[in-house]
């Protein structure tokens, strides 16, 4: 089992950049595949990036290909996502998740889920 908590979270401009962070507990860290996930106000929770528990295998969706970096760095149990060039469409709050499958971008692969930070990108 692992918990997860989000961190860095905050109100920026467009054109911005910002660093999420995910500290997780537990010996196991390094063996969860990680993901961020988001949701704004009125839709859906959806995927962001996915990274796998070497770091070696990355996913994004094509929404924020190119602009958003998902790493990891196991000695420290955390997820970090590198978010560059902020858009006001990327308001929302952002969840860091876990998973025992090798590569997954559906919620329902996520048995661990943070309480998420919010993220506001204003215009």
């Known amino acids: 089992q692992v918990q997860l908590v989000e961190s860095g979270g905050r109100l920026v401009q467009a054109g911005d950049s910002l660093t999420l962070s995910c500290a997780a507990s537990?010996?196991?860290?390094?063996?969860?595949?990680m993901a961020w996930f988001r949701q704004a106000p009125g839709k859906e929770r959806e995927f962001v990036a996915t990274?796998?528990?070497?770091?070696?295998?990355?996913y994004y969706a094509d929404s924020v290909k190119g602009r958003f970096t998902i790493s990891r760095d196991n000695s420290k149990n955390t997820v970090y996502l590198q978010m560059n060039n902020l858009k006001p469409e990327d308001t929302a709050v952002y969840y860091c998740a876990a998973s025992t499958y090798y590569s997954a971008s559906t919620n329902s692969k996520y048995a661990y889920w943070g309480q998420g930070t919010q993220v506001t990108v204003s215009s």
């Open positions: 990274i796998s528990w070497s770091g070696g295998m990355t």
């Open positions: 537990g010996r196991t860290f390094s063996s969860y595949t």
